[in-house]
């Protein structure tokens, strides 16, 4: 039977770190070839509200194009807008490891009812009695996941020895813990990773943590009944005390892995159920009898080593694994929902390709030239799915529908390139004038690179550590006369990338930087291989604007703001359009904005004109589809922008160009238009004769057009040719499990230590904005005091008793001068 392989967006706070269920389900999907969409509140606080609820329908675009099969929430998280999904053929599920999870899910989401579930307890968690669920049930047992079995942690000497607990904190558990660390033979640390729990015993739970503790502690505690109520996270609502802690972390999945790390389970008290209470090696009623076992715990661990060292490995690691039980409910849900349409799947494992481009920022080139990409990967490899790496991942999620990282999530991006087969570097992005951040190749070494040239090397250098071929794809370069770019060409040359130029001046550049020839293949521009559809969009402005495509002729203008442009620019430009739009009645001038700056140069044009002419503007925002069906639907051009000018010649619309940077000069040799392309410097009666030239033989030159762009968009298949070979080379070492290593920082140091500073300024500025408030209070304090002063000053009975008290005063100064008798003369 032919394997299904799905796409899954999963939810999840990932709250125990490497040892949360979701993480351990996302692991055993992944190596057996299902693709994994990870959305948290830390990489994605922006889909997330301040409770937490996952906003769905800021996911439509990427439901619309990326087609997944299922959105899955886990560790009880809630979603509001599933429609977002659901009417996109989306199943709704959850990933249930507690019946509290899958109550806290229903009750907290919005816009559709869930499809499924699927379940990883040591008892049933009865969810076909859950009010508000009335999906299919796949249910699976806990169990180490293989790809955590063959995991090693990184430092051996990072923990030391002592005892773990993963519960919430209470007075009773506090107390025994003090109790125990008291008592002089316990040699050990005690690492809670619970809520609430005291800052001598808490521990951070996310990220490895948990790990590296279960791969250094004696014993990991289960508190029973000690403290208040049940600790049994999976009884229904109604069964549980609602004093008693949360116990979030405590889930049968974790406990399984922390025993497979080597830690000894011990349960204080009664009241576990019979699955965790089988799976105890130390079982203690009285607490007095539980700290001595614990205490000889720690000791038996430091007895066995005399320089202690972690387990590398977790200890248990021979299975049987949850990957087989998980995948066997995965696969039962699928089959169930395949019967309504839902969850069809593929019959290709993934495939992952990251993008790195000035993304995310609203540029039409690069975003065009991204969703192209995607678009033809996704159609020519079966499962494939792309990672953006850009500037604005929520932009590009959002409008594109692509899932996006940056160059700054330097753990996320490694862990993305250890997945991809290629790691490719679209658009123009090889230059070194206008970019005004950069310093050169010290860049390299910055904790917050950009995708200017010292950006991509570092990307290019990740890329070649994770073993995924680096493939500048379809690049433009220019200029590059500053000697650290050079470089830094040279330096991804040396790391292995392969240069798949879109014009042979760029081939030519990069060859000059000392990159083998081999290397260097020049091409023609992927845009090429882009397609214009209809969209209602570009139907309804040609109604409003009362234009008949047919019967008019449309000129689209796209130009922009520049520093070097002529200072009357805008005037020479609407001289022309003025003249030749009175010269062809049939003639319609119509600004299409690439970019939201363009908008107001645009209207500066239009201000200039004459009464009888008009430019029309033609704003479709951030998206490119009817940009595209716009431009194939115009007659010429007047541009600037190199890709307008490229998709105009790819439909074989004729343009007149200004030429202000060497790239447009390509492109229009390349399209044999060079006779139409001007310099920036040229006067009025230049553009009229341009456009006139465009517009007397406009059939004529979109006949010749036709030839060019036939060969350029055969280059183009070229192009994508190789780069497909280069992806299925090494695919199928990539569609399993991605080994790595547990390192205890989740982010690089420099930006840890940035991270901290932020926090620290943020807690002085938190303490000062107290103090002021506090000196705000007590001045109304004081203000508040001097006016029951004043008031009581003002009042008959201190004006009665100032007077009572002042004649007694008096009579005794008049006694004490008559004592005295009269001055001598």
């Known amino acids: 039977m032919e394997k299904t392989y799905c796409k899954i967006a ?104 869930f499809d499924f579930a699927i379940t990883i307890s040591g008892r049933s968690l009865r969810l076909e009695e859950l009010d508000g669920f009335d999906g299919v049930v796949g249910a699976c047992a806990p169990a180490v996941d293989a790809a955590y079995a063959s995991t090693p942690i990184a430092n ?34 005690v690492r809670c990773f619970g809520a609430g729990w005291p800052e001598r015993f808490a521990s951070d739970p996310t990220f490895t943590h948990i790990a590296y503790s279960a791969r250094s502690s004696a014993a990991c505690v289960v508190f029973g009944d000690l403290g208040a109520g049940s600790q049994n996270a999976n009884a229904p609502a109604d069964a549980r005390d609602v004093k008693s802690p949360a116990d979030a972390l405590l889930t049968d999945e974790a406990l399984v892995l922390v025993h497979a790390d080597g830690v000894k389970l011990a349960c204080v008290g009664e009241g576990l159920s019979p699955w965790r209470a089988e799976r105890m090696d130390i079982c203690e009623k009285d607490v007095t009898a539980a700290r001595e076992a614990l205490i000889a715990a720690v000791a038996e661990q430091h007895s066995g080593d005399v320089a202690f060292e972690s387990r590398r490995l977790p200890v248990d690691s021979q299975g049987p694994f949850l990957d ?66 850009g500037e604005n991942p929520l932009h590009t999620l959002r409008e594109r529908g692509i899932y996006s990282i940056t160059l700054q999530d330097k753990r996320v991006l490694d862990r993305v390139l250890a997945a991809s087969s290629a790691a490719l570097v679209i658009a123009g992005l090889l230059f070194d004038q206008g970019i005004r951040w950069s310093i050169g190749k010290a860049e390299l070494a910055s904790s917050m690179p950009h995708t200017d040239i010292a950006g991509i090397a570092a990307y290019v250098e990740l890329a070649y550590m994770n073993d995924a071929r680096p493939v500048l794809y379809g690049i433009g370069a220019g200029p590059l006369d500053v000697a650290d770019g050079r470089s830094l060409v040279r330096l991804m040359g040396r790391l292995g990338a392969l240069f798949l130029t879109r014009d042979a001046a760029t081939a030519e550049l990069i060859r000059s930087c000392r990159v083998r020839n081999e290397q260097v293949i020049a091409l023609a521009d992927c845009a090429f291989l882009g397609s214009a559809s209809d969209t209602s969009f570009v139907d309804e402005w040609f109604a409003s604007e009362g234009i008949d495509p047919v019967s008019r002729r449309v000129v689209a203008v796209s130009l922009r703001e520049y520093e070097n442009a002529p200072a009357d620019f805008a005037e020479r430009v609407a001289a022309a359009i003025a003249r030749v739009q009175a010269a062809h009645r049939d003639v319609v001038f119509a600004a299409c904005i690439l970019d939201s700056s363009d908008r107001a140069l645009a209207e500066r044009i239009g201000a200039l004109l004459p009464a009888q002419a008009a430019l029309r503007i033609f704003d479709a925002g951030e998206r ?19 890709h307008a000018s490229l998709l105009l010649g790819s439909f074989c619309k004729p343009c007149v160009g200004l030429g202000y940077l060497p790239k447009v000069v390509s492109l229009y040799e390349d399209l044999g238009q060079a006779d139409t392309l001007l310099s920036m410097n040229a006067d009025t009666s230049d553009i009229i004769a341009a456009l006139e030239s465009v517009l007397a033989f ?69 303490s000062v904005e107290e103090a002021r408030a506090r000196c705000a209070e007590m001045e109304r304090e004081r203000d508040a005091a001097r006016g029951e002063v004043e008031e009581y000053e003002h009042s008959y009975s201190y004006r009665v008793g100032s007077t009572l008290l002042t004649l007694p005063r008096k009579l005794r100064e008049a006694l004490s001068k008559g004592a005295k008798g009269p001055k001598e003369s």
């Open 698 to 766: 406009d059939a004529q030159r979109a006949f010749a057009l036709t030839n060019r762009v036939s060969e350029l968009r055969k280059k183009s298949g070229e192009s994508e040719s190789i780069l497909l070979d280069a992806i299925a080379s090494i695919a199928p070492a990539k569609r399993g499990e991605i080994p790595e290593e547990l390192f205890l920082n989740r982010v690089a140091n420099d930006i840890a230590e940035k991270d901290r500073l932020r926090a620290q300024i943020a807690q002085e500025r938190r």
């Open 324 to 389: 087989g039980s998980l995948l066997a409910a995965l696969e039962s849900v699928r089959e169930q929902l395949a019967e309504r349409g839902l969850m069809a799947g593929l019959p290709a494992p993934r495939t992952i390709v990251s993008v790195l481009g000035y993304v995310g920022m609203g540029n039409f080139g690069d975003e065009y030239i991204l969703a192209t990409v995607d678009r033809r990967l996704r159609e020519l490899v079966c499962g494939c799915s792309i990672v953006a790496v």
């Open 624 to 642: 490119i589809e009817p940009v595209a069906d716009f431009l194939s639907r115009c007659s010429a051009g007047l541009s600037m922008r190199y």
């Open 10 to 113: 999963l939810v999840a706070r990932m709250g125990a770190g490497v040892a949360t269920p979701a993480f351990c389900a996302k692991r055993a999907f992944e190596k057996q070839g299902h693709t994994v969409f990870l959305f948290t509140p830390n990489m994605w606080p922006e889909v997330f509200d301040e409770a937490g609820t996952f906003d769905a329908a800021m996911l439509s675009r990427f439901f619309e194009v990326q087609r997944p099969d299922c959105l899955m929430l886990a560790e009880g998280m809630g979603a509001r807008g599933l429609d977002a999904a659901a009417s996109r053929g989306v199943a709704v599920g959850m990933l249930a490891a507690a019946r509290s999870e899958a109550e806290a899910s229903v009750a907290k989401s919005s816009g559709a009812p």
């Open 156 to 189: 051996l000497v990072a923990f030391g020895p002592g005892i773990m607990c993963l519960q919430d904190a209470t007075s009773a558990r506090v107390a025994f813990f003090d109790e125990l660390v008291a008592d002089e033979r316990f040699k050990g640390a």
